[in-house]
């Protein structure tokens, strides 16, 4: 219910300050990121991605995208593609391996080096809460 009481209070706010400050101003000053222990003790502290006690009892994981090398941002909905390299991997692989793989990718690996498929540059407000 705190998203109810952000946006009342942002409703509330008629002042003529830019629409980011308006939003600042009216976040809640206890919705902060925390957890709960199993005996429903709360446990305030920044959400990470590895580290600190909250993540101990909720382990962050990082997706199938990511472990490929995604960006963190899980903005790209379709990669550019690249041929396979081999010698980017730190594993060696056996011919076979390699025959299989380039069955597998017969148009190439994504490029997370690059923009998605039609990606365009982020605009306007919600880029800023990256």
């Given at each position: 219910?705190?998203?109810?009481?952000?946006?009342?209070?942002?409703?509330?706010?008629?002042?003529?300050?830019?629409a980011?400050?308006?939003?600042?101003?009216a976040?809640?000053?206890?919705?902060?990121?925390?957890?709960?222990?199993?005996?429903?003790?709360?446990i305030?502290?920044?959400?990470t991605?590895?580290?600190?006690e909250?993540?101990?009892?909720?382990?962050?994981?990082?997706?199938?995208r990511?472990?490929?090398?995604?960006?963190?941002?899980?903005?790209?909905?379709?990669?550019?593609?690249?041929?396979?390299?081999?010698s980017?991997?730190?594993?060696?692989?056996?011919?076979?391996?390699?025959?299989?793989?380039?069955?597998?990718?017969?148009?190439?690996?994504?490029?997370?080096?690059?923009?998605?498929?039609e990606q365009?540059?982020?605009?306007?407000?919600?880029?800023?809460?990256?």
């Amino acid at each position: 219910m705190k998203m109810d009481e952000w946006l009342t209070n942002l409703g509330k706010d008629e002042s003529a300050d830019p629409a980011m400050k308006r939003i600042l101003r009216a976040k809640p000053a206890d919705l902060v990121d925390s957890c709960y222990t199993e005996t429903d003790d709360r446990i305030v502290e920044p959400q990470t991605a590895n580290g600190g006690e909250c993540n101990h009892l909720y382990p962050t994981y990082r997706s199938p995208r990511m472990v490929a090398g995604g960006p963190a941002s899980n903005d790209i909905l379709k990669c550019q593609l690249a041929p396979l390299d081999f010698s980017k991997y730190k594993v060696t692989f056996t011919d076979a391996e390699k025959t299989q793989l380039r069955m597998i990718y017969p148009t190439g690996v994504c490029d997370w080096s690059k923009p998605g498929v039609e990606q365009v540059p982020e605009t306007g407000t919600w880029h800023l809460f990256k």
